[in-house]
């Protein structure tokens, strides 16, 4: 199970986040604890904390904000096992990027057209007509297409902010 699945099945029972600097993921009783937290920067509100990126799950659990909700607890032990059973390579999504091919120009990143595959160039955003984030493996598809006149030694190739699937 990818992280990004876990915590979206959790959000069905709890509140979960996970914050890209660490990887780690935490766990509220509701979306408030987790605004609470952020207001009051110093307390913190959730009641589990989880580091998925060893093979054994390490949990740091809070007893004075463990929620009272026995089956929500036991379907989320249920998940955790579910994700500590990943092997930890299948638990991250792959990283994708952007490539701008004209720098400090907004509207020179590429776009695959998802419909018949044709490139052009335009801003950043991707649609379900445009993409434009790829992963490693695709960029290196893309540096063997012949129809791509592109010096990729002077793209830029960066992480993309939103790295959802």
């Given at each position: 199970m990818k992280i990004n699945e876990?915590?979206?099945?959790v959000n069905e029972i709890f509140y979960a986040?996970?914050?890209?600097e660490d990887n780690d993921i935490y766990i509220y009783r509701?979306?408030?604890?987790?605004?609470?937290?952020?207001?009051d920067g110093d307390?913190?509100?959730?009641?589990?904390?989880?580091?998925?990126?060893?093979?054994n799950l390490s949990l740091f659990i809070?007893?004075?904000w463990v929620p009272d909700d026995v089956k929500g607890l036991s379907l989320l032990f249920n998940l955790l096992r579910e994700l500590e059973e990943t092997p930890i390579k299948n638990r991250f999504s792959e990283k994708k990027y952007t490539i701008q091919v004209i720098a400090n120009y907004d509207s020179a990143y590429l776009n695959c057209h998802k419909r018949d595959n044709r490139m052009t160039f335009c801003d950043d955003i991707?649609?379900?007509?445009?993409?434009?984030?790829?992963?490693?493996?695709?960029?290196d598809e893309l540096k063997q297409r012949p129809d791509l006149a592109i010096d990729w030694n002077k793209a830029i190739i960066k992480e993309?902010?939103?790295?959802?699937?």
């Open positions: 876990f915590i979206k099945r986040e996970c914050f890209s509701t979306e408030q604890d987790m605004i609470d937290e952020n207001k307390d913190t509100y959730y009641f589990m904390r989880i580091s998925p990126r060893n093979k809070d007893p004075d991707e649609t379900d007509h445009v993409k434009t984030r790829f992963t490693q493996s695709e960029i993309a902010k939103n790295n959802e699937d």
